[in-house]
């Protein structure tokens, strides 16, 4: 009898044993218990697809959580050495800035960002790093307007273009950097001077993003708008016959060519002040300059590249080349305070 319950005891421990063996290999723990937390701003789908490759290469998952810029960085802010955020992503140079201002972010040393990134397109102390370009353009008319007649966003002030420029409030970010980079180059008073005759120009009264300024062009509202680059993009490639029909009313134009080029900012990102796993964020956005998944980080949102080594889609390349305002990204942030001042005192609304 006391034979049967030892052999019997013996098999439940074994198979007990058994039970706890996956548990306890270093693997399976490494894919449970790896992962980072990502604040983001990014409101684009086509993100997912990039991390998923990220989570597949080394184990480690990424924990998203989505909110404006701003939201984020209160967020990070009241919840201070007990964030979980390991990351903050941003649609704008600008909130990057701020959130290092507050002491949100951290430095990192890494020799592959040093080589990925160009200097102008990163925080100068290497708090943030710009992960894919976006340009302000000039969608204009196809019909109406002769590209001829267009140059710089200064000469979207002059009387010809009376009633006819289409751009979005200046609550929006991509406008206060637009402004902030015109500060940079001309002085505030000049600046002011700009916003100004611009809002005398506007077509109607700002409401709607980026794509609504393009949809208002095909329906005849305005013949000029003011746009990044991958909104174009997305309205050419929607699923919605409307908004293609939108895209392909429009051309676009690259502005300021002839001098400091056309303004560019970037979404990027930061190592959180507090983040709990440090090295498996830095390695994270190691992966996100990589060439191959630069190119699909940005192509799938129609935006350019920051690694030079990688190219942009071919609806990118199809736009041709051109020059950017490499004004040090960091000064946009710097300025963003005054740019906001300024458009009220102009009255855009
Ligand atoms: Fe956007």
């Given at each position: 009898?006391?034979?049967?319950?030892?052999?019997?005891?013996?098999?439940?421990?074994?198979?007990?044993?058994?039970?706890?063996?996956?548990?306890?290999?270093?693997?399976?723990?490494e894919?449970?218990?790896?992962?980072?937390?990502?604040?983001?701003?990014?409101?684009?789908?086509?993100?997912?697809?990039?991390?998923?490759?990220?989570?597949?290469?080394?184990?480690?998952?990424?924990?998203?959580?989505k909110?404006?810029?701003?939201?984020?960085?209160?967020k990070?802010?009241?919840?201070?050495?007990?964030?979980?955020?390991?990351?903050?992503?941003?649609?704008?140079?600008?909130?990057?800035?701020?959130?290092?201002?507050?002491?949100l972010?951290?430095?990192?040393?890494?020799?592959?960002?040093?080589?990925?990134?160009?200097?102008?397109?990163?925080?100068?102390?290497?708090?943030w790093f710009?992960i894919?370009?976006?340009?302000?353009?000039?969608?204009?008319d196809?019909?109406?307007?002769?590209?001829?007649?267009?140059?710089?966003?200064?000469?979207?002030t002059?009387?010809?273009?009376?009633?006819?420029v289409?751009?979005?409030?200046?609550?929006?970010?991509?406008?206060?950097?637009?402004?902030?980079?015109?500060?940079?180059?001309?002085?505030?008073?000049?600046a002011?001077?700009?916003?100004?005759?611009?809002?005398?120009?506007?077509?109607?009264?700002?409401?709607?993003?980026?794509?609504?300024?393009v949809?208002a062009?095909?329906?005849?509202?305005?013949e000029?708008?003011?746009?990044?680059?991958?909104?174009?993009?997305k309205?050419?490639?929607?699923?919605?016959?409307?908004?293609?029909?939108?895209?392909?009313?429009?051309?676009?134009?690259?502005?300021?060519?002839?001098?400091r080029?056309?303004?560019?900012?970037?979404?990027?990102?930061?190592?959180?002040?507090?983040?709990?796993?440090?090295?498996?964020?830095?390695?994270?956005?190691?992966?996100?300059?990589?060439?191959?998944?630069?190119?699909?980080?940005?192509?799938?949102?129609?935006?350019?590249?920051?690694?030079?080594?990688?190219?942009?889609?071919?609806?990118?390349?199809?736009?041709?080349?051109?020059?950017?305002?490499?004004?040090?990204?960091?000064?946009?942030?710097?300025?963003?305070?005054?740019?906001?001042?300024?458009?009220?005192?102009?009255?855009?609304?």
């Amino acid at each position: 009898m006391n034979k049967f319950i030892a052999i019997f005891l013996l098999a439940l421990l074994t198979l007990s044993c058994q039970e706890n063996q996956p548990a306890a290999s270093g693997d399976q723990i490494e894919k449970k218990d790896a992962f980072i937390t990502l604040y983001t701003h990014r409101h684009y789908d086509t993100d997912k697809v990039v991390f998923k490759t990220f989570e597949e290469e080394t184990g480690v998952e990424v924990r998203v959580v989505k909110a404006s810029a701003d939201e984020l960085i209160q967020k990070m802010e009241s919840e201070g050495e007990q964030s979980p955020a390991d990351l903050l992503i941003s649609v704008d140079a600008g909130r990057l800035v701020r959130a290092k201002a507050k002491g949100l972010l951290q430095p990192v040393t890494s020799s592959v960002l040093e080589k990925n990134i160009p200097g102008y397109l990163k925080d100068s102390e290497n708090n943030w790093f710009g992960i894919t370009k976006r340009a302000r353009i000039i969608a204009y008319d196809k019909n109406k307007v002769n590209p001829a007649d267009l140059s710089t966003y200064e000469a979207l002030t002059a009387p010809e273009w009376n009633k006819k420029v289409l751009i979005r409030s200046s609550g929006n970010i991509y406008n206060q950097s637009l402004l902030a980079s015109i500060i940079a180059h001309h002085g505030e008073a000049k600046a002011g001077e700009w916003a100004a005759a611009m809002v005398k120009n506007m077509a109607r009264s700002p409401r709607g993003n980026d794509r609504d300024q393009v949809k208002a062009i095909l329906a005849g509202e305005g013949e000029v708008a003011v746009i990044n680059t991958y909104y174009l993009g997305k309205l050419l490639n929607s699923k919605d016959p409307e908004e293609v029909k939108a895209g392909e009313a429009v051309q676009i134009f690259f502005p300021n060519q002839d001098g400091r080029g056309t303004h560019i900012n970037v979404s990027g990102i930061g190592v959180a002040a507090h983040a709990p796993n440090k090295a498996d964020a830095v390695r994270f956005i190691e992966y996100l300059s990589r060439k191959d998944v630069q190119e699909t980080f940005a192509g799938t949102n129609y935006e350019y590249p920051v690694n030079p080594a990688a190219s942009p889609s071919e609806l990118l390349i199809s736009w041709g080349e051109f020059k950017e305002d490499e004004l040090p990204l960091p000064k946009l942030g710097e300025l963003n305070k005054k740019a906001v001042i300024t458009f009220d005192e102009a009255g855009w609304k």
